[in-house]
């Protein structure tokens, strides 16, 4: 039998319009309050009447990820602690893959706006593109970006620290005495753009000159850096290491080395990032760069929720908050240190 209002006031010693009040974030209720009601509530499984719910408060109780690819385990992990915090409270997650497609996600934003709350999004457009995003946010749309940013854009945003992402892989790799490097570079948005700079800072600092010919523009997904680095083996040349600019990249390339015979690490080493599931499970366990997904997700969460349930007569000159997350080396076989 389904958990009621009744059970969980009969549980927690409260009366039912307390819990209704906390369950749906009632600013008469205190922080403290709250927390126990929704911590009663998961340990009961309860699951509101969501219809109810919306007839109520004129809300869908959606909330959507637009995520660019779903192909590997990143974005799934951010989606299952997006749910975490989310399904507790009454929401439910509606998830679209954009395929790393501007032109596909804007479609899906302007019309998942219209049935969500709000929405979460990995965004694939390029920085000097997003005037769509800002009308929207102007005519009223909630929405959290999480994993990229766009600059002077009004709403939350959840990211690592990208610039000092494509550095740690950088100077890994010249600390195990390369000095060819060469960089998978993401397409133009601006965690790409971040980690390509990162990549530059880390040579500048080692005195290392920069060397146009050993970039090579990449996009997000397996194929493209399998693609990429399939020209690269044509043209010859090839540096002694590579940052890509991420994992799925990182692995296409790989892939691409092997089908060559071209031994990674040996020959050729590989950093990635974004520490996808089963990047520790390939011949060559790949060395990457990594933050945590959980965290990611559970604030990015967290933060649109406030953003939903936030007051009309909160201030609308409140600086939207940005919450960065430490990235770490993860070193394993594909650098030759694992």
């Not at 500048?204 to 146009?212: G, N, S």
Request: proline share 4%; net charge positive; glycine share 6%.
């Amino acid at each position: 039998m389904a958990t009621t209002l009744a059970d969980l006031s009969k549980a927690l010693g409260v009366s039912t319009m307390t819990v209704s009040r906390a369950i749906n974030n009632h600013p008469a209720i205190k922080a403290e309050t709250r927390e126990r009601v929704l911590e009663v509530a998961r340990r009961m499984n309860y699951r509101p009447n969501q219809f109810a719910r919306a007839l109520i408060t004129n809300r869908s109780y959606l909330i959507g990820l637009v995520a660019p690819d779903l192909m590997h385990s990143y974005y799934a992990e951010i989606a299952i602690a997006i749910e975490a915090v989310a399904r507790p409270v009454g929401y439910e997650l509606l998830i679209c893959n954009t395929k790393e497609d501007a032109a596909t996600e804007l479609r899906e934003v302007a019309a998942l706006r219209h049935r969500t709350d709000g929405l979460i999004i990995a965004s694939a457009v390029s920085p000097d593109k997003m005037t769509a995003y800002r009308k929207m946010i102007r005519e009223g749309a909630k929405i959290a970006l999480i994993d990229r940013r766009f600059e002077n854009l009004r709403c939350p945003m959840v990211t690592t620290d990208n610039v000092r992402v494509g550095a740690l892989a950088t100077e890994h790799l010249i600390k195990l005495g390369h000095l060819r490097i060469g960089h998978l570079r993401g397409p133009d948005v601006m965690v790409a753009r971040d980690r390509f700079a990162g990549y530059q800072q880390a040579l500048a600092a080692r005195k290392i000159r920069y060397d146009e010919s050993l970039v090579r523009d990449c996009g997000f997904i397996e194929n493209n850096g399998y693609e990429t680095m399939r020209a690269w083996i044509r043209e010859g040349k090839l540096p002694s290491a590579i940052f890509a600019a991420n994992d799925p990249s990182a692995i296409g390339a790989m892939r691409a080395l092997e089908e060559e015979k071209i031994k990674v690490p040996k020959e050729v080493a590989i950093v990635g990032a974004g520490a996808i599931h089963y990047g520790d499970m390939l011949r060559a366990p790949l060395t990457t760069v990594s933050w945590s997904k959980t965290d990611m997700g559970q604030k990015a969460a967290q933060l649109l929720l406030k953003l939903i349930e936030r007051e009309k007569t909160a201030s609308s000159d409140r600086r939207p908050e940005h919450v960065v997350l430490e990235p770490e080396l993860i070193v394993r076989q594909s650098c030759g240190a694992g």
